[in-house]
Nanobody
């Protein structure tokens, strides 16, 4: 299993930006579909974005489309989430996750390895 460590969270004002990073251990990073999910207090964990193994195919939740950008660098074993035009409703713990699916998936059940999460707080 791959081990994942997120970083880059913090406190930002509405309209601001943050860039999350997720570093993966192991030599098979390029073999995983990668995703970002988030969980707000009292709510279920929800899909944010996912990227194919090559980085060519990308999926976003409607709530972040046009504001967030997922990318990956297979040489650095890292996946990123650039978050712009942040809103208070984006406040959550953000998790990166890995899936061994052959195709991009948005289904949380398809992701088998998870990071510990990083807190993002957007003030109004």
């Amino acid at each position: 299993q791959v081990q994942l460590v997120e970083s880059g969270g913090g406190l930002v004002q509405a309209g601001g930006s943050l860039r999350l990073s997720c570093a993966a251990s192991g030599r098979t990073f390029s073999g995983y579909v990668m995703g970002w999910f988030r969980q707000a207090p009292g709510k279920e964990r929800e899909f944010v974005a996912a990227i194919s193994r090559s980085g060519v195919i990308i999926r976003y939740a409607d709530s972040v489309k046009g504001r967030f950008t997922i990318s990956r660098d297979n040489a650095k074993n890292t996946v990123y989430l650039q978050m712009n035009s942040l809103k208070p409703e984006d406040t959550a713990v953000y998790y990166c996750a890995a899936s061994s699916n052959g195709v991009v998936t948005t289904n949380i059940a398809d992701f088998h390895s998870w990071g510990q999460g990083t807190q993002v707080t957007v003030s109004s």
